[in-house]
C-alpha cells in the first residue's frame, strides 16, 4: 500500500467521527508493531496538510522484557521529527514472575493504560491514538458477542473521564493486509512481540475463525463491519457525528 492511500483511509475516519480539533497534542501508542508503526507515520504525514492543526508525542510502553530493542523506531522517530518517549515498567516480570498469570491479557492492558495515560498527561497530551484497525473492530465485536452475549464494540472516539484524555482509533477503516503492505513498502521497524502467549489468545482465535468464514462467504467481513456502524452501538452512527 502507497502512503496516499493510507492517508486516504486516515482522513477518512478522522474526518467521519471528528477525531482531531485544532490544539490537538494527540499521544500516539507505540508498541513497535506493524499496526503502531503505521499509525504514527500516517497521523505524522496527516499533520503536514490537514485544516485542523495539531501535534503529536510518540510514546512507548517498555514492558520489560529483556529482549524488546527499540532503537529502531527511535531512528523512525528521529527521522519523522516526532517527539519520542519510552516508559520503561516492569509490567513483564508482575505478569510471569510475580502473579504467574494464565490469562494476562486484561491486567496487562490495564498496566499498560495506566503508564501510557500517566506519561501522556505530563507532556501535555489531550488526545491519545490507538492502532485498532478494520479487522480488530469486527474481531472484538465477536468476541464480546460470543463470550458476553452482547453486541459490543469500542468506539472510534471515546472521552475517558478518569484520565480526562480522549481515546482516537484512525486505523478502522483499513484493514490489516494494506497494514502489512504498507509496512513492507516502507521497511518500517517492526519490534517482534516478545509476549509468551501472543498468538495463544481467544482474539487469535477469533481472527482464524474469521478468515475461515470469509473464504467460505466473501465479502463477510465488510458485512460485519456495515452490522456495527448500523447497528446503534454507541459512537459508531456517523449521524452521531
Known sequence: M???????????????????QDGDTI??????????????????????FYPKKYDIQAITINMGYKDADFSGVA??????????????????D????????SNPCSLCARLRKGAF???AKELGCNKKAYAHHFDDVIETMLLSLFYEGRFHC????????????????????????????FKNTYQLPVVENPCPVDGYTKREEM?????TMNKQSPGLKKRLFNAIREGNIDGWSLDQN
Open 2 to 20: 502507497k502512503l496516499q492511500r493510507l492517508l486516504g483511509f486516515v482522513r477518512r475516519a478522522v474526518d467521519d467521527y471528528g477525531m482531531i
Open 27 to 48: 499521544a500516539v501508542g507505540v508498541s513497535g508493531g506493524k499496526d503502531s508503526l503505521t499509525l504514527l507515520y500516517a497521523l505524522n504525514e496527516l499533520k503536514k
Open 75 to 92: 531512528k523512525l522517530c528521529e527521522e519523522l521529527g516526532v517527539n519520542y518517549s519510552v516508559v520503561d515498567t516492569d509490567i513483564a
Open 94 to 101: 508482575i505478569l510471569f514472575e510475580y502473579r504467574k498469570e
Open 117 to 119: 495515560n500517566k506519561k
Open 154 to 181: 469500542f468506539s472510534p472516539v471515546t472521552y475517558l473521564d478518569r484520565s480526562d484524555i480522549t481515546l482516537i482509533r484512525p486505523l478502522i477503516y483499513l484493514e490489516e493486509k494494506d497494514i502489512i503492505g
Open 207 to 211: 481472527k482464524q475463525l474469521i478468515k
